[in-house]
């Protein structure tokens, strides 16, 4: 899927204007016929608006064109704030078609502003740029399951560009470093991810998969390991060992079970490591995935036995 870029982009000055009692009805109401226009109702002298501007201006500028935004100046448009019942300020409103459609009164963090641009797109009956992103970021991942890693991390990235803080893209990126075996450019990618989104699922499933990357570079043979276990029962390091080796071959199933074996053979064992470990796996997952699944409700079965 393409991913806008500025130059496809409106003009801020397009997308953006102050408007007054005299054109408020082209501003608002015509011009509301093609595209949702937001108006906000500040003055001059009201603190909360001159934070609230700025982020509605912000995520105006960023929907490029999907919807559109007019100022008025409620001390110089009084019949206008009074046909519209407002009674305190900052208030905005989202008209469609000539109707207000939503709104909200007092000032709202940047993601709620973003959500609320984003309720209006799709009110009307338009695609957000997060809709488009996640689009994009769907089709990456499709490219990295095909073993396509160079032209996924190329469009994560161009994704960031789009959008720094969207977690989807970052773990996507991070994978598709380790799918290409560059797994120091992983970790400073995932290092490099903004603490906002940080502790997001998907940032913590990229860093698990990282670690078990980290670990299948040292992993041992499966079959020397496998006749090590069977002739040591009870020798939990080669039996640890086992099932990083058989993680690192695609043998997930099989890791997990061995895990749970050593888990309940020794659950205190180097401080815990098998139920450290499986939890890593989990993590690398979907939490939907049928080994993580049967895998929790084993691990749970055997704590609270």
């Known amino acids: 899927m ?3 870029n500025d130059a496809d982009a409106p003009a ?15 501003d608002v109401v015509e011009a509301s016929q093609q595209v949702p226009v937001i108006v906000d109702f500040w003055a001059p002298w009201c603190g909360p608006c001159k934070t609230l501007g700025p982020l509605l201006e912000e995520a105006v500028t960023a929907a490029k064109g999907a919807v559109r935004m007019v100022k008025i100046n409620v001390d110089q448009a009084q019949m206008i704030a009074s046909q519209m019942r407002i ?12 109707q ?8 709202l963090p940047g993601s709620e502003i973003k959500a609320f641009v984003d309720r209006v797109i799709k009110a009307a009956g338009g695609e957000s740029p997060g809709d488009q992103l996640d689009e994009a970021v769907a089709a990456a991942e499709e490219m990295l399951a095909e073993g396509a890693a160079v032209d996924a991390a190329q469009t994560f990235a161009a994704i960031l560009g789009e959008d720094p803080q969207h977690a989807g893209a970052y773990g996507g990126l991070v994978r598709a470093h380790i799918a290409m075996g560059d797994l120091d450019q992983a970790e400073a990618v995932l290092n490099g991810a903004p603490a906002e989104i940080s502790r997001s699922a998907e940032l913590e499933a990229a860093h698990a998969q990282l670690e078990l990357a980290r670990q299948a570079a040292n992993a041992g043979p499966v079959a020397e390991l496998t ?11 080669a039996r640890f060992d086992l099932a ?24 205190e064992w180097n401080d ?12 690398a997952l979907k939490p939907n995935d049928p080994v993580v699944l049967h895998g929790r409700r084993k691990l749970s079965s055997m704590i609270f036995a």
């Not at 006749?227 to 390091?237: R, T």
């Open 100 to 107: 207000p459609i939503d709104g909200f009164q007092g000032a």
């Open 12 to 26: 801020a000055t397009d997308l953006i204007k102050d408007t007054t009692e005299a054109t408020f009805m082209a």
């Open 272 to 283: 815990g490591a098998a139920k450290t470990q499986l939890f890593t796996i989990f993590d």
């Open 2 to 4: 393409e991913i806008l």
């Open 244 to 267: 990083q080796a058989l993680h690192a071959n695609g043998k997930v199933d099989e890791a997990v079970a061995q895990l749970l074996e050593l888990f309940r053979r020794d659950r």
């Open 227 to 237: 006749a090590k276990v069977e002739a040591e029962p009870d020798n939990h390091q």
């Open 87 to 98: 009674q305190s300020i900052p208030t905005v409103y989202a008209f469609y078609q000539g």
